[in-house]
DNA sequence: TTAGGGTTAG
């Protein structure tokens, strides 16, 4: 005897189970074999599927059936194979079963009976299946079409639909699939997952969300393997409340306590949905995780910015014994990157080397070179750039945005260049990066070149980040009508795309349009955030518009209701004490919610000195040193300022001061 | 029929 120990929900007295094939299992005083009972139940209208559960996530794991005693007391004695071995026995509330040999005889007499008794067209009907089941399995859509076409010449589609569906859906044709499941509905949950599976692999998330429905609608119930597929599904397209509704049917069913496969695909949805409170959460209560359960968490701290927290999880699980693979290095590499940690990541890269990883990896590859590149190491980047086997677009895409992040942009566009003579066609992500090279050094003439090609590839659109480059590349060049033209032809747009037409106005002194902008963006629902009031401010400072300032900071924080911060005030008290409104410099630290700043008073000192206010130049050096004995610099300012004002006492005993306060 | 990896905006 073949024995395992499962672990499963309290094992329903009141139902008996029914073994799949392959295995036989005994889990309850009855057993069927599965294959024998499934056209009596489709007769009887009882649904198969919706009664199954699973007990394991190993691979080979029987699905056993639960039927209600009424249920089973429906079906014939005839098809009752065998009796159970033995009653389950339950330890700690868990329940242990076993699969037995006499079960895989069972099934072999089964087959067997059944091919004796098969008739010339079953067992044609048979091979196909076996055959189709073959291409699917190694992909082999050619072989497959053929076959397609003499099953239609033998007049077996609908028997053979279920096949041909699976095998169209494993080969990613997946319109055909669709196309024979709409055609001939099926009963067979394993052709719906595969066609779902399909959708789910291709980042189709809303195709395959509608299929999950259908199948549904159907009156077929998923099994834990379709769960895994849609929660994939939902993991691409952010839909954490359809993912949230599949994760209480997950649990109600009981089938992630022992499914670590379905536990992960649930943390990666919930990680890919940036839900990563609730991600750590199933985490933390899943029974079993391995490395893959791992990333998936890992992975989803470092896509939504969180790099640190990636690192821990990473240490955490080494010190569960559980060691990193390829993908788990590509995804801590990118933590490296974004956090700048590049003592760690040349530790994470010569243990790659070690482990002789990076031969075929071209995913690995793009992660170093993005680490180094981040790290602002170019020529590492650049050396590991040039050692990977081949490129793609995204190892050049790194490779270009590191030069445009570290202020190479002629050498970024040489490298786009390159990359076409090479015949890769950059993607959104290399536009884009483009277009930051172009608006970095007011390339306007490129950038209008980059602008046709994105039109001409209808790409305009795609991505918020895309069209938020090219407004931002138009109002950097100067030509901020084009930024807004740009702006408003778009469909969608969020606050950056804003932010960077408002800084372009801003930037030109063009005060009306960009609160003409501001109250636009309103309507749409949008509210500037501190980013734009920054950038209004500091645009004003870099001009010396001390009004404009002074309005746009009166306008942001009553009417946009923006609660400004220290950076804001400090901005607009250097640019109301630059122009010599020292009084409304006051005026605004007065009404400042937190005013022990140093570099506020710094602020205010500074512009006292210039315009030679001894009286509230002293309140302000008097602030500045009670937060910081020891600011040198507020202490030289203020003798200068005594000194110029011909305080020569004054300036002296500050100058004393100054030196007792730093020894 | 099932789980994890690399490049993009103000």
């Known amino acids: 005897m073949n024995e395992r120990t499962w672990m499963a929900k309290p094992y329903p007295s009141e139902c008996i189970g029914l073994a799949d094939e392959g295995h036989h299992l005994s ?22 599927n919706r009664l199954s559960g699973k007990l394991s996530g190993y691979k080979d794991a029987s699905k056993p059936i639960f039927l209600s005693k009424e249920e089973a007391a429906k079906i014939p004695a005839s098809t009752l194979k065998t009796n159970a071995i033995k009653e389950p026995a339950s330890v700690n ?45 190694h992909r082999d859509l050619h072989k497959g079409r053929l076959l397609h076409e003499d099953i239609m010449k033998a007049g077996f589609l609908e028997e053979c639909s279920d096949a041909l569906v699976t095998m169209y859906a494993k080969c990613g044709l997946l319109t055909k699939a669709k196309e024979i499941l709409n055609t001939y509905p099926s009963r067979d949950v394993l052709s719906w997952t595969a066609l779902i599976s399909g959708y789910a692999q291709k980042g189709l998330g809303k195709d395959a969300l509608d299929y999950f429905e259908k199948m549904q609608g159907a009156g077929l119930s998923p099994d834990a393997v379709t769960f895994a597929c849609i929660l994939k599904a939902c993991g691409s397209i952010g839909a954490a409340d359809k993912g949230e509704r599949i994760h209480d049917e997950i649990a109600y069913q009981g089938l992630l306590e022992s499914d670590v496969v379905l536990g992960t695909a649930l943390v990666d949805m919930y990680a890919k949905c940036g839900a990563l409170g609730k991600a750590q959460q199933v985490f933390q209560k899943l029974f079993s995780r391995n490395v893959i359960t791992w990333s998936a968490l890992i992975t989803g701290y470092c896509q939504h910015g969180e790099g640190a927290k990636a690192f821990e999880c990473y240490e955490q699980m080494q010190c569960e014994n ?7 290095y590509a995804c801590i590499l990118k933590a490296c990157g974004d956090i700048r940690e ?7 890269h010569d243990e790659i080397l070690r482990q002789g990883l990076l031969d075929n990896d071209i995913v690995l590859g793009t992660a170093l070179v993005y680490m180094y590149a981040q790290c602002g190491v170019l020529i590492k980047a650049q050396e590991t750039f040039n ?59 490129k950038g209008e070149k980059i602008h046709d090609e994105i039109s001409k590839e209808g790409l305009l659109g795609s991505s918020i980040l895309l069209d938020t480059a090219l407004v ?4 950097k060049c100067g030509v901020v009508s084009r930024a807004h033209k740009v702006l408003n032809g778009l469909y969608s747009r969020d606050i950056s795309t804003w932010a960077a037409l408002i800084a372009g106005y801003a930037q030109q002194g063009h005060c009306e349009q960009a609160i003409i902008c501001l109250e636009q963006m309103q309507e749409e629902g949008l509210s ?7 950038s209004l401010l500091n645009a004003c400072s870099h001009l010396g518009r001390v009004d404009e300032g002074h309005m746009y900071f009166a306008l942001l924080t009553k009417r946009f209701g923006v609660k400004p911060d220290l950076e804001h005030y400090t901005c607009i008290v250097d640019l109301l004490g630059r122009a010599g409104h020292i009084d409304k410099a006051v005026r605004v630290i007065q009404e400042m919610p937190y005013s022990n700043n140093i570099e506020v ?17 002293k309140w302000a050096f008097e602030h500045a040193v009670q937060l910081d004995k020891k600011n040198t610099a507020a202490y030289v300012i203020m003798a200068d300022l005594y000194a110029s004002a011909a305080m020569r006492e004054d300036a002296k005993g500050i100058q004393v001061l100054g030196v007792e306060n730093e020894a």
């Open 27 to 48: 889990c309850g005083k009855v057993s069927y074999h599965r294959r024998c009972l499934e056209p009596f139940l489709h007769e009887k209208r009882i649904n198969i």
């Open 387 to 445: 050692r990977l086997p081949y490129r793609d677009v995204t190892s050049w895409s790194a490779l270009i945005e590191g030069y445009t992040q570290h202020g190479q942009c002629e050498k970024a566009m040489e490298y786009f260049e390159q990359m076409r003579a090479e015949g890769i066609s950059p993607n959104v992500v290399t536009f884009t990066s483009m277009l930051k090279a172009c608006a970095a050094v007011g390339a306007i003439a």
């Open 322 to 328: 559980l060691f990193p693979d390829a993908k788990t």
């Open 528 to 534: 500037p955030d501190h980013t734009i009031f920054s």
């Open 472 to 475: 931002d590349m138009y109002a």
């Open 93 to 137: 509330g868990l329940f242990k079963f076993s699969t037995t040999d006499q079960g895989s005889q069972l099934n072999q007499s089964v087959r067997k009976a059944d091919k004796s008794h098969a008739s010339g067209k079953s067992s044609r009907i048979s091979s196909y299946v076996a055959v189709l089941r073959n291409c699917a399995k």
């Open 342 to 348: 590049l003592d760690k990541g040349e530790k994470i």
């Open 601 to 617: 008073w710094s602020a205010l000192l500074a512009a006292c000195r210039q315009w030679g206010n001894t009286y509230i130049g």
